[in-house]
């Protein structure tokens, strides 16, 4: 059986893995970007351990401000660096925080608040800073999931304060586990770059083992072999009734922190060519199936806000009812076909994050993640994968 990956990840090459020397990763990343430079971190999650220990040396402020609804990665990144966490309800059916009550969780304490461009869409970065200013907080950018998405032409990520990217596997580029720090200070970034040498080494262990993941990422992303390596596991986590093992959501409390190593980042260098037209193409298809899809009874899709260009990894929908997402899941989740979900909860439902989240009423957040679901972009979900899909969500209207 074929396997259609959940994201629309940039396909690898096999030339991308000679050592050759070319412009590096640095360089293209922040050419792509649009920013004078970039400092690189072995993980999204380490990037913003790297940008919160710089902030919190700058101000000594100790809270920080996260979306109800985001990866677990950022609240166990939190608390890594000794930092207090508070989670922010979302708006109602939003992507983004609701921005009085984010305004009621801001203070003098708040170091930082992340604001998240979920799936590739465009949050509203400026509401956040409205508020953080208000009381002296940064804002980052949390724009994992949104590597080449740009507002009026310019990348996310540089309206703030500092900002994100993940190269982990299944974004649109990898290094099987990466990530990308940006800020136009330049004296944070200084402070960001002897921030990462003291806390994240080169590890010859981490990397070694980085690098036969990435070559391994390389020998199976293909439809005919990640079944294996992706749809198997995904398929027994599902027959386990253990959801959040079948996203992949149950981190580690320990977050690796070392370099990102060279040859990593000369194959992430070379496959950044090929980006730009990727997310072109990936741009065409999203907006032709959702097209699509909003003609079936009570679906929507996440869109661009205006003046937004979002990346299209997949496709957001949000179904009238958790009834509903959960008759068409039945169907389509182990199918192989890229259908799966987001983040299965808002933070303080996640067992293992509770003593770390704490209680909070955060109704939308939890109605986010009970009532969404994704399908892929992926070039690989074919226009008669995607008609099957399509029937089910018809069905599942009727
Ligand atoms: C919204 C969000 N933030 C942070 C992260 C952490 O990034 P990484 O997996 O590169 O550590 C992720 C990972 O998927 C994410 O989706």
Known sequence: MT???????????????WPRRGVGLAQRAAQFIGIDAVQ???????ALVIALTALHRRTGRRTVVVPAYT???VALAVAHC??????????????DMD????????????????????????????????????VGAHVIEDAAQALGARRDGRSVGLAGDAGFFSLAVGKGLTTFEGGILVTQDHELRAEFARVAGEVAPFRFGWELKRCLQLLGYHL????????????????????????????????????????????????????????????ETCS?????????????????????????????????????????????????WGAGLGVSRLFIH??????????LVGEHEVPNARAFAARTLSISNSPWLDDGRFARIVEVLERAAA
């Open 99 to 134: 921005a009085q009550a984010l305004a009621r969780l801001c203070n003098h304490d708040t170091l930082a608040v992340a604001v998240t461009h979920l799936g590739g869409r465009v949050a509203d970065v400026g509401a956040a800073i409205a508020v953080a200013r208000a």
């Open 3 to 17: 396997e259609v990956a959940p994201t629309a990840g940039l396909p690898p090459h096999c030339g991308d893995l």
């Open 220 to 279: 199976v992303y293909r439809p005919a072999l990640l079944g294996l390596a992706y749809g198997m596991p995904l398929r027994r986590a599902l027959r386990a009734g253990n959801p959040v093992a079948a996203v992949g959501d149950d981190f580690s409390s320990t977050i690796p922190l070392h370099t990102l190593g060279r040859w990593r980042q000369a194959v992430a260098a070379r496959a950044f060519a090929r980006l730009p037209d990727f997310l």
């Open 346 to 355: 808002a933070l303080p439902d996640y067992a293992y994050l509770r003593t």
């Open 82 to 95: 000794g930092l207090h966490l508070r989670v922010c309800d979302l708006a109602a059916d939003s992507i």
């Open 71 to 73: 990866c677990p990665l």
């Open 40 to 46: 690189l971190a072995c993980s999204g999650t380490a």
């Open 284 to 332: 065409a298809q999203a907006r032709r199936r959702r097209q699509r899809l909003i003609r079936i009874d009570g679906i929507e899709v996440f869109d661009d806000v205006e003046g937004a260009q979002g990346i299209w990894p997949f496709l957001m929908l949000r179904l009238p009812s958790e009834a509903r997402r959960d008759a068409i899941l039945r169907e389509l």
